[in-house]
Each structure stands twice: as C-alpha cells, then as structure tokens.
C-alpha cells in the first residue's frame, strides 16, 4: 500500500525539497544557447524533441495551455525555423508538429549547457553530498515521471 510523504518525510522536509526544486528548476531554465527563447517556447520545443511528432492540440494539453496561446507559441518556433508542420497521415484536418535539424541543435546545445552547469554546480558540493545526490537520483526520476 503507498505511503503518504508525511509517512516518511515530514512537511518541513517536503517544503525544502519543494523549494530547491523550484529554485534549481528556474535557474537551469536560463541555461539555453541563447536568448531567444521564451521559457514556454523552450518547453514546447523540448517536448516535441522528446516525445516526436504532435498535434497542436495535443500539445497544448500536454503543456496546460490554450490552443490560442499555442499556435502563437507555434508560430514563433516555426518563423525561428526550430520546428515544421508536416500532414497528419490520417486527418487531413490536422498538421503534425516536427522538428527541425535547427531545432535538435538548439535543444542539444542547450541540454549540453544545462548538464555542464548542473555538473559545476554538485561539483561545488562536498563528496558526501555527491554521494546523497546519487542515491537520491532514482527517486527523484521516479518522482518526475509521475502524473
């Protein structure tokens, strides 16, 4: 049967790891080969990287946000060259969300910044707290990839 957190970890515990999250989570999103991306352009980008072809519907619920502000979002990437519209094979009526080479570049690049500055970042810390990073990195992960 799963635990509550306040089984295990009490809310002051959750609270600070709320906080640290939040915080890590913020300061890494201004990791990005440059500036031109708005924090939500980024996060469109990096799902379509991830997850490969979409509809502008479904990825407006993927990203909690209405499809006008997506297919502004949309337009802005495109215009920018980092993704394309390609027809969806079974809906005529629909348009599937690809991207480019110019976008797998930009994503990479990023993520290869965010890594060197989260690896800058934990090496500041002392071998202990490595040590209780790496064990704690299951569960975060696992965390992550809840609903």
């Known amino acids: 049967m ?37 924090p ?22 993927a990203e909690h946000v209405q499809p006008p502000s997506m297919t ?17 094979p079974d809906d005529r009526r629909q348009v599937l969300l690809r991207r480019t080479p110019e976008g797998e570049e930009f994503i990479e690049r990023s993520r290869r910044l965010r890594t060197a500055w989260l690896a800058d970042h934990v090496g500041r810390l002392d071998a202990d707290q490595q040590r209780l990073l790496a064990a704690a990195t299951p569960a975060l992960s696992a965390l992550a990839d809840l609903p």
């Open 40 to 61: 939500s352009e980024a996060a469109v980008l990096g799902r379509i990287s991830r997850e490969g072809p979409v509809t502008p519907g479904a990825l407006a619920r």
């Open 72 to 88: 502004r979002i949309v337009e802005r990437l495109e215009a920018r060259g980092f993704i394309r519209r390609d027809p969806h």
């Open 2 to 38: 799963p635990t509550t957190a306040t089984d295990v970890l009490d809310m002051d515990t959750v609270a600070a790891l709320r906080h640290a999250v939040l915080i890590i989570s913020r300061r890494m999103r201004h990791q990005q080969e440059g500036t031109e991306l708005s």
